[in-house]
């Protein structure tokens, strides 16, 4: 029986992993802002506790220390929650693309530390970070999640190579679209700018609703595919990095194959910049 710690399990992905886990008979420390949210999780058996991403790093070394006594460790630390905003990179403010990092990216970290210790003393331990595909997008007006999203994966894997030494399995899960509630509560600029009126940035922000509620991805399938691979029993190590969902798989091998075409695009200049025996 393992324990599973899960960030943002108040609907959607969290939720569905939460639930995953318990019908698997472990135990699961669901996490989010509101415990009053969590009531249908805690009744079917699952321990609560409150987190805000916005927490200090001394706040989520508590939070971690106060979990990890519940039930004598955490064997799969799952960093799910997360936030979307959208604007041109010229209307995002300073302000939004701080809180955007904070909860995305820093608070994730933060909450990764402060389990890391008590991992590595054990030996053992698995932390599932839920990037995106969006790490691997470029998309006007998606900059500020696709950058926290980029950041994130670039961060997870770098943690892969660093604690693989001490036991600790580090995985950086990146889905594709999923029918969760994270557009409900999309972030749009505080301020816009009439010159992008009529852009790609407006027709992303305006065509949000009509995807909202329609994403293929099925959440339940997804978790279940999470715990699978974190738990080890399709009988393989855990990842470093895992696409989730059939539309991430192919934007990805697309994306892969138009950069190898700009590779050769261009490779006669851009390989001719190493120091010869003329120089």
């Avoid at 700018?193 to 790609?200: E, F, I, K, P």
Wanted: a negative charge; one cysteine or more; aromatic letters at 6%.
């Amino acid at each position: 029986m393992k324990v599973w710690f899960i960030t943002g399990c108040s609907s959607g992905l969290g939720e569905c992993l939460a639930r995953a886990a318990l019908q698997r008979g472990d135990k699961v420390i669901a996490t989010a802002q509101r415990t009053n949210r969590l009531q249908s999780l805690a009744a079917a058996g699952a321990t609560t506790m409150e987190l805000d991403l916005n927490f200090d790093a001394e706040q989520m070394k508590r939070v971690a220390t106060e979990a990890w006594d519940l039930h004598g460790g955490v064997d799969i630390l799952i960093n799910n929650a997360g936030i979307a905003q959208v604007g041109a990179v010229e209307e995002i403010s300073k302000d939004e693309w701080q809180r955007i990092f904070r909860v995305n990216v820093f608070g994730p970290v933060d909450l990764a530390n402060a389990f890391v210790p008590h991992m590595r003393k054990r030996k053992s331990g698995v932390i599932a970070n839920i990037s995106s595909l969006s790490a691997w997008q470029v998309e006007a007006g998606a900059a500020p999640y696709q950058a926290s999203k980029a950041a994130l994966s670039s961060i997870c894997l770098a943690m892969a190579a660093e604690l693989k030494p001490f036991g600790i399995d580090v995985c950086c899960i990146e889905p594709g679209y999923f029918r969760t509630k994270l557009l409900d509560n999309i972030c749009l600029p505080s301020s816009k700018l009439a010159v992008y009126n009529g852009s790609a940035v407006r027709e992303l922000e305006s065509g949000i609703d009509s995807i909202n509620g329609k994403q293929p991805g099925n959440p339940e399938k997804g978790a279940k595919v999470i715990v699978d691979v974190v738990t080890k029993a399709t009988g393989r190590d855990v990842p470093n990095r895992l696409l989730l969902g059939p539309d991430a798989v192919q934007d990805v091998r697309d994306f892969l194959d138009q950069t190898k075409t700009d590779i050769a695009g261009w490779e006669n200049l851009t390989t001719k910049t190493d120091f010869t025996h003329s120089d």
